[in-house]
């Protein structure tokens, strides 16, 4: 356990902590005047290793090799010129700070951090976090890595659960949720959608996906993972063999055949260590799944059940709604793929720097 304090005055700054992954959907915008819910579980913090935020430099500013050096490998419209190490906590769990007037930035319905920190240490005044709650974002607070200091309090906490104990708790992410909206004439609303959760972890994994392709065509399992990745990867991808084989791999599953070339896996919530298989299957290239969604496309769950046959009779009245359905083919998010691509160095190579730069000229796919 941790708890972050002021750099200045050691003010304590939060609740005792508990350091988990940082979720593959912290940087997620999504939709337009949609309501997200808060990013981090209570409890828990997540270090984001790369920088992030203002202030912010365009590609053609760089210096050549800059972003190489950085881990960039194809244009991106800019870089962040911020400090890395950002910590992202939960809003509940802030303590002993204060808001600073007249930092909206470019918020339309909250704030969005774009003017910098928007919170500082009620004891000395120092700005050490962003409050965003901007419609279309994550709420969450970041710490600012040169403003606070992380220490120890209390004990070390539990050790991570195994990945068998992971599966046995079963705590899957459902690929459809309500998504509440702002801005209606009778207030807030709801829709039910794919899960943005569900979007993110499809960017990130489609990024790898394409880079373990080698250009080639690749296969994925039928049910949700086919629902996922099926049409985008047919059509960034050539037609016809040899084609690549993605399959389910990790904890609770049958070990995967040898001829296995890509390995869909999960990614430890706490540690954010991708599993590894052992065996013939260890050469595969793996492809990472937050584990709720990986939990959900590797052991699904039934759908509601319904009559057999026929409908009901005129007169009688359903007392269980009908199972909700997306309104749309599933799209995966733009910004986490992009922001995957690019910093996986087999983008470097012609095919898939034509793929990322098709994709993004023209946004008008209904992939993203």
Do not use: K
Request: overall charge negative.
């Amino acid at each position: 356990m941790f708890l972050f304090v002021c750099a200045r005055c050691d003010a304590e700054l939060t609740t005792p902590l508990s350091q988990v992954a940082l979720p593959v959907h912290a940087h997620q915008q999504y939709g337009n005047g949609i309501q997200l819910p808060v990013l981090m579980e209570s409890g828990t913090f997540a270090v984001d290793p790369e920088p992030w935020g203002p202030p912010w430099r365009p590609w053609q500013e760089l210096d050549p090799g800059e972003a190489e050096a950085r881990g960039i490998h194809a244009p991106v419209h800019a870089l962040s010129d911020g400090a890395p190490g950002a910590v992202v906590i939960a809003p509940g769990d802030v303590r002993g700070t204060r808001m600073i007037s007249g930092r909206q930035g470019g918020s339309c319905c909250g704030l969005d951090g774009s003017d910098g920190p928007t919170m500082a240490c009620a004891a000395c005044g120092l700005p050490v976090a962003s409050r965003i709650d901007d419609c279309s974002a994550w709420q969450a607070v970041w710490l600012a890595p040169d403003a606070v200091r992380r220490l120890p309090a209390g004990d070390a906490g539990t050790a991570p659960l195994s990945w068998e104990e992971l599966v046995e708790e079963g705590e899957s992410t459902p690929p459809l949720e309500p998504i509440a909206t702002w801005g209606s004439r009778s207030g807030t609303g709801h829709f039910w959608s794919w899960s943005p959760r569900w979007e993110a972890a499809a960017g990130r994994a489609l990024a790898h996906l394409l880079a373990a392709s080698h250009g080639r065509p690749v296969t994925v399992p039928d049910g949700l993972a086919a629902d996922v990745f099926r049409r985008a990867l047919d059509t960034l991808l050539p037609a016809g063999p040899p084609q690549r084989r993605a399959v389910l791999a990790g904890p609770g599953l049958p070990a995967p055949d040898a001829d296995a070339d890509i390995l869909l896996v999960p990614v430890h919530p706490r540690t954010g260590r991708t599993w590894a298989p052992a065996g013939p299957a260890a050469s595969a290239c793996p492809v990472p799944l937050p584990l709720g969604v990986w939990l959900r496309m590797a052991f699904p769950q039934p759908g509601p059940p319904r009559p057999a046959t026929g409908r009901l009779p005129h007169d009688v009245l359903r007392d269980d709604p009908p199972p909700p359905r997306p309104a749309s083919l599933f799209r995966a998010d733009w910004g986490t793929f992009q922001n995957t691509l690019v910093r996986l160095p087999a983008v470097r190579r012609p095919w898939l720097r034509t793929i990322l730069e098709s994709l993004a000229e023209d946004r008008t796919t209904s992939l993203f």
